[in-house]
DNA sequence: CCGTACTAACTAACTGTTTGGTTGACAGAG
DNA sequence: CTCTGTCAACCAAACAGTTAGTTAGTACGG
């Protein structure tokens, strides 16, 4: 037909809104799909034709990009992970700034909290990835310069208080209503001298 | 037959021992079996064949005693949660020590913890029975009650010290090889003037 | 016209729940 | 003591619906 040139051209214009043929753009809406539905129902509660439905594609999508539910999810919450370590780097010398920075990683995105809540639930504390222990590793050296350097406390050995830290930034986990102010005054005190 | 005394004597004796045709033995047994399923699954991943298994009788019978599946979590629970608000009483004026022995209770039955957390994750916060309420509100009084007068900080309020007391004392559900005496000098801490 | 993103239809296994029938304990009559 | 009727505790099997995962074919883009 004469019309090819424009048949293609709309493809084309559609594949950039990500409705047709597009790889990637399919991968991504399933992804944020099951974000939804793992973050509300967990792993075990999670159903895969909710979260094509959502996506907006077939099921068989999901076990040709992802192979499994359980590999949607891991793939999931390593993508979420790798996000919030990057975005919120530890500044060792203002530890109750960068657990206020978490809480507000957390308020901005609860769903994540709930993966990763759900994750230790059902995968326990063995199963965490590579380089996120690489991350908290690297952590925990940051904040044992920081002591030796005598610029915070050294009453917490440094790996009990980044584990202080990182705990009391998800106190909105166990308690509604909780407030960044007590998150940050909390480890305020924790830490002084 | 001349020995009929003897097999009532006998029937009697088993039936003491909780093996035989004893509602409150079942039910109990299912209790335990279910404590274990839910702590280990979920709500959504507990499955009723593997509880009725466990408790070595038929799955018929959670729905004679608890109505379903969601009853029979609700109702562990509740029992769970009475068990350990009584045994774990409050001391206003030790929140260190209370915070201690709220995590001797979670290290002594781990499976409570897991049980609330999926709980929480798959109810929400809304669902809050209204015993435990009544019981955080009376806490949540003593500690008013003694910074009135004097005995603690006032630093915080009375609802965020309990809120922080008591998320301190699950510091072992964030962190593998929480110590009893981090959690104690973290309250400490916390709580000092 | 080829490769591949995509779909509808399918399956085999598993799910919570119900049902109909069985069994053991016990009270009262003989 | 023995027999028997009754009732609650119990179980095996079946139920209807749902599950994760598969497959064979369609149609689009290059």
Redesign the pocket.
């Known amino acids: 037909m004469s019309t090819n040139w424009l048949?293609?051209s709309?493809?084309?214009l559609?594949?950039l809104a990500g409705?047709?043929?597009?790889?990637e753009?399919?991968?991504a809406k399933l992804l944020e799909a099951a974000l939804d539905e793992f973050a509300e129902y967990g792993i075990a509660g999670?159903?895969?034709?909710?979260i094509?439905a959502k996506a907006?594609?077939?099921?068989?999508?999901?076990?040709?990009?992802f192979?499994?539910?359980?590999?949607l999810f891991d793939q999931l919450l390593k993508i979420q992970i790798d996000h919030v370590v990057q975005s919120v780097p530890i500044t060792p010398d203002d530890l109750p700034g960068y657990a206020g920075r978490l809480f507000d990683a957390y308020q901005e995105e609860p769903r994540l909290l709930r993966l990763a809540a759900y994750h230790r639930l059902e995968n326990g504390f063995d199963t965490i990835p590579e380089p996120e222990a690489q991350a908290h590793r690297h952590k925990v050296e940051a904040i044992a310069q920081a002591q030796v350097e005598g610029k915070i406390t050294a009453v917490f050995n440094a790996t009990d208080l980044l584990d202080l830290v990182v705990h009391m930034s998800i106190l909105a986990f166990s308690t509604p209503n909780a407030s960044r102010d007590l998150v940050v005054r909390s480890v305020e005190r924790l830490i002084a001298e």
Do not use: F, L, P, W
Request: proline residues 0%.
């Open positions: 048949v293609a709309t493809n084309r559609v594949k409705v047709v043929r597009d790889k753009a399919t991968k999670a159903r895969v034709d909710r094509a907006g594609c077939n099921k068989a999508m999901i076990y040709a990009y192979g499994s539910k359980e590999g």
